[in-house]
């Protein structure tokens, strides 16, 4: 170590000179639409690969957006057995009553603040898949919302997620890991693979400002492979794809920045981020985004109806916009909570944690639309909850096979049953 | 390459506790290693005091005044169930604060360091003040001590019993989360036992429970007093019994070691020098802190390949910090926002399987983060970050920590409110400037390199001379010490 500790750059390429190269291709990419650009990589550094030959999203890429609804969602106050005794009795105070539902059929009805997702399914773009959930359940959030984020079973424990498995199997030698991002300042464990990890950030903007201090960019350039020093290199090489990457999702966000109309709220903002780089060239396949707390153990009507307004008007935003721009036959949006809630309401005008729980789809692509299969059976409780008739993981496995066109079973570590709406 | 006294001296206070204090620098480069163990293992040698946060308040709603239980459960009123939840986060912080405050300033660092690791190995979350603080006690008091004590006193504990579920394990109605875990997690390991054995010796443990205040009970009426067949012996076992068996097995010796060796010396496992240790560790009956001088005192610890290899926790990162450049925060509880930021929040570890550590701690929005930190702390920048809800912590109610962590007071400067946060240090510099008086001004650079590095590999003084204040000499140390912090570098021990 003593005689080594400042080592001299062999590389006498200025990293300003480094950058102009880099952007003399982004430019050139625009125009040539590609190709390869072997030769020029050749001037570009290992470091600054994923600048190297971007590729064109080809149309029909499809793409994946998973809200999840943190705190556990009450199922029940969301879509609404309008005409099933037990749901009122158990809920004298909290059942929403008919008249207030926005009825899909004779039986069902959304929460009254879901306006748009009572659009979407006249539309035929709202898929609702009841009971989802999974053996032994957890009513613990930390522990369910892991056991959803790695698709574990409830007896495992993995460290890494299903898109981080996801990235893994399909950016496996790629420097590149925007194929998965979420759109917050931490990564959740969802999107943390073995070897590939998933890039958080709230917006492309703050990412690029964050990460473009030149200290940081002028250590990366004096870096030199050290083979003794591997726990080193993985640390300067997360550096350098988070700065190639926050480079580069910029400079795609600035490509054809949506300008419809979004609300001010935390999703509308996440979504029209999302919007932008749909629209870019960025080959991102899946984002991921949370709102919450649905935690709604007290005074449950306001705060649901609060979130739900939220989720309501960025999502109705967030598809005008894709249909506007004719993608929305190729995006997917997925809704999941940890957790669905008791039956029975509690003593505080809230409900308690509960388990199996529903889902919405909304996509311009759907193969089922509407409601996928039966309400759940109030009248067969396991210990005053829901039991689940689909496992989650097999959701997991349909997105990931028939919209991902990715490899499940390897991902999943099983084989899963599909189901149809996609 | 052969490795300096000073290099072994970092290592060992980097491994054995949290990084020197900046009281350690003056006589890192000439002491030997085995006399700076001697004084580490003799300065941890005490039990350390009851770490006690918790509002009085609290207490006597479940304690009477003779220290017996006053309360059930189902005897709280709603407003004092939401009282117990307030409070209970609340102090919860305060613990964290607490302890991470002994991290940083004890001299017992190898008790402290050795207590992080099992706190990380019994982990529980449990929103109770009073559970967590008790088994933090039992963690600290036993962390040096002898395994099986440490096992039963923790299996014991309100925390775990709750956590596991064990005050639902009854005769007739097992629950076997405990009777897996403690085999699965802290003591054999996944397939050293069977299906039959969780199950048998979920019947073993029937009847264990604790009082709402917190204390071990023995419900007769509920254990199942039949025979059992637990790892081929057979008998009429109780819990205790079961704990014993568990023991008696070498390869909890083993399974320990292993563990140990990961965290102490490197995520590559060395296979004959775990069975070693392990094998010492067996028979001297479990005495933790003879396996821990068996580590520090072996030449193989000094390695070149163990040092600079370890990625550190972010708990580990902010408090070496601190150690070396003692500061004045304006706001502690920032330090809570940092934890979160970056993955590891005490008393809330991810899973019963605690933190997995190691590169699992990286990521591109925790590394830019970790990057940032000095600065943070140095020039009072503002970030703007958000840690995620934790609904565990937060209850359905607001995130009271946000409220908290956004007010962070900037001295003399308007809140900018959600705008932007800040950590109001005030660095005392006095100490860590004098000790490099003597160093003339063409070594200082690669001076401070060493002190702050562990890596073999470091930032090339090219660099690195565009980014420091050369103005004073006293300048240029702190600049570059800052700088030298931010690397890829700084995050490995």
Redesign the interface.
């Given at each position: 170590?003593?005689n080594?500790?400042?080592?001299?750059?062999r590389n006498q390429t200025s990293i300003n000179q480094q950058s102009e190269i880099v952007f003399m291709l982004i430019k050139r990419k625009q125009f040539i639409q590609l190709g390869s650009l072997a030769t020029a990589s050749l001037f570009v550094p290992r470091y600054m690969k994923a600048f190297e030959a971007p590729r064109m999203v080809p149309p029909g890429n499809k793409v994946l957006v998973v809200l999840q609804l943190?705190?556990?969602n009450d199922g029940l106050n969301t879509v609404i057995p309008v005409r099933n005794d037990i749901y009122y009795s158990s809920r004298p105070k909290l059942g929403i009553r008919k008249e207030d539902a926005l009825l899909l059929t004779e039986e069902v009805g959304l929460n009254p603040a879901l306006t748009g997702f009572k659009d979407l399914y006249e539309d035929g773009s709202l898929g609702i898949l009841n009971s989802v959930g999974y053996p032994n359940p957890d009513r613990?959030?930390?522990?369910s919302m892991?056991i959803w984020q790695t698709a574990s079973n409830s007896?495992e424990?993995l460290?890494n997620g299903w898109l981080g498995r996801y990235l893994d199997a399909q950016c496996s030698g790629c420097d590149k890991?925007v194929q998965a991002l979420e759109i917050?300042?931490?990564?959740?464990?969802s999107l943390?693979g073995e070897k590939m990890?998933?890039?958080?950030?709230?917006d492309p903007k703050?990412l690029y400002n964050?990460?473009h201090e030149k200290?940081?960019k002028?250590?990366l350039?004096?870096?030199?492979n050290?083979p003794?020093?591997?726990?080193?290199d993985?640390?300067?090489k997360?550096?350098a794809?988070?700065l190639s990457?926050a480079d580069y999702i910029f400079a795609q966000s600035k490509l054809h920045p949506t300008t419809a109309q979004y609300p001010a709220t935390g999703l509308g903002q996440s979504l029209k981020t999302i919007a932008s780089l749909i629209f870019s060239d960025i080959d991102t396949k899946v984002y991921y985004v949370?709102l919450?707390?649905f935690?709604?153990?007290?005074g449950q009507e306001g705060?649901q109806k609060r979130l739900f307004t939220e989720m309501n008007d960025a999502i109705k935003a967030f598809v005008a916009d894709l249909k506007t721009n004719n993608r929305f036959s190729d995006t997917l949006l997925m809704t999941f909570s940890e957790f669905g809630r008791r039956v029975t309401q509690n003593?505080?005008a809230?409900t308690d944690h509960g388990t199996a729980n529903n889902m919405f789809f909304v996509s311009g692509g759907l193969q089922q639309k509407g409601l996928l299969n039966a309400m759940p059976n109030l009248a067969d409780l396991q210990d005053g909850d829901l039991k689940h008739s689909i496992d989650f993981k097999d959701v997991y496995a349909t997105v990931l096979h028939k919209w991902l066109k990715s490899d499940d079973e390897k991902i999943l570590g099983k084989k899963s049953s599909y189901l149809n709406f996609v | 390459m052969s490795v300096s006294n000073q290099q072994k001296n970092l290592h060992l206070l980097w491994r054995a506790g949290f990084g020197p204090s900046n009281a350690d620098l003056a006589s890192v480069e000439k002491r030997t290693p085995e006399s700076l163990y001697k004084e580490m293992f003799t300065a941890s040698g005490k039990t350390p005091a009851y770490i006690d946060v918790a509002d009085k308040g609290l207490r006597d709603m479940l304690t009477d005044m003779e220290g017996n239980q006053s309360m059930q459960k189902q005897q709280l009123s709603a407003d004092q169930k939401r009282e117990l939840r307030i409070k209970s986060r609340d102090g919860l912080k305060e613990l964290n604060l607490a302890w991470l405050g002994q991290m940083i300033n004890s001299p017992q660092q190898l008790r402290e360091k050795m207590s992080l690791f099992w706190h990380g190995h019994f982990a529980t979350r449990t929103i109770n003040i009073i559970y967590q603080q008790q088994l933090l006690d039992i963690i600290r008091s036993n962390a040096l001590g002898n395994f099986g004590d440490l096992l039963v006193a923790v299996s014991k504990s309100a925390s775990m019993i709750n956590f596991l579920n064990n005050n639902q394990n009854r005769k007739g109605h097992p629950n076997e989360n405990f009777a897996r875990e403690v085999m699965e997690l802290f003591t054999l390991g996944r397939g050293n036992y069977t299906e039959n054995d969780v199950k048998e010796s979920a019947r073993a443990f029937t009847g264990w429970g604790v009082s709402f205040d917190g204390q071990f009970t023995f419900r007769e009426r509920q254990h199942d007093t039949d025979r059992k067949t637990f790892l081929g012996k057979t008998g009429n076992f109780n819990g205790d019994d079961i704990l014993k068996i568990i023991l008696e097995q070498k390869q909890t010796a083993r399974f320990i070691t292993q563990k140990v060796y990961r965290y102490f010396v490197n995520a590559d496992a060395d296979a004959g020098t775990i069975d070693w240790l392990a094998t010492r560790f067996y028979q001297h009956n479990y005495n933790i802190e003879a396996l821990m001088t068996d580590i520090f005192t072996s030449d193989w610890f000094y390695a070149e390949k163990n040092i600079g290899t370890r990625i550190k926790s972010p708990v580990e990162l902010i408090a070496g910090i601190r150690r070396m450049l003692p500061m004045q925060l304006d706001n502690e509880a920032s330090q809570l926002l940092l934890q979160r930021l970056l993955g590891q929040v005490l008393f809330y570890p991810p899973n019963v399987a605690g933190w997995p550590g190691g590169k699992n701690w990286i990521d591109s929005s925790t590394l830019m983060m970790r990057l940032r930190i000095p600065q943070l702390m140095y020039a009072g920048d503002v970030f703007k970050m958000k840690p995620k809800d934790d609904d565990d912590q937060m209850m359905g109610m607001k995130d009271r920590d946000d409220a908290d962590d956004n007010t962070i007071p900037p001295a003399g400067k308007k809140n900018s409110g959600r705008a932007g946060q800040q950590i109001m240090a005030t660095i005392n510099w006095t100490n860590y400037l004098k000790q490099y008086e003597p160093i003339p001004k063409e070594n200082l650079l690669a001076s401070i390199s060493k002190m702050i590095l562990q890596t073999k590999t470091g930032i090339s003084a090219d660099t690195l001379k565009n980014y420091v204040d050369a103005n004073s000499r006293e300048s240029f140390i702190k600049t570059a010490t800052i700088q030298l912090m931010s690397t890829p570098e700084y995050q490995l021990c």
């Open positions: 170590m003593t080594q500790v400042f080592r001299r750059k943190s705190g556990g613990s959030h930390f522990r892991d007896n424990y460290n890991p917050d300042d931490i990564l959740s464990l943390k990890n998933g890039i958080a950030m709230r703050r964050t990460s200290y940081f002028d250590v350039a004096q870096h030199t050290e003794r020093e591997q726990t080193v993985y640390l300067y997360t550096m794809d988070t990457s949370s919450g707390s935690d709604t153990h007290v705060q003593a505080s809230g | -």
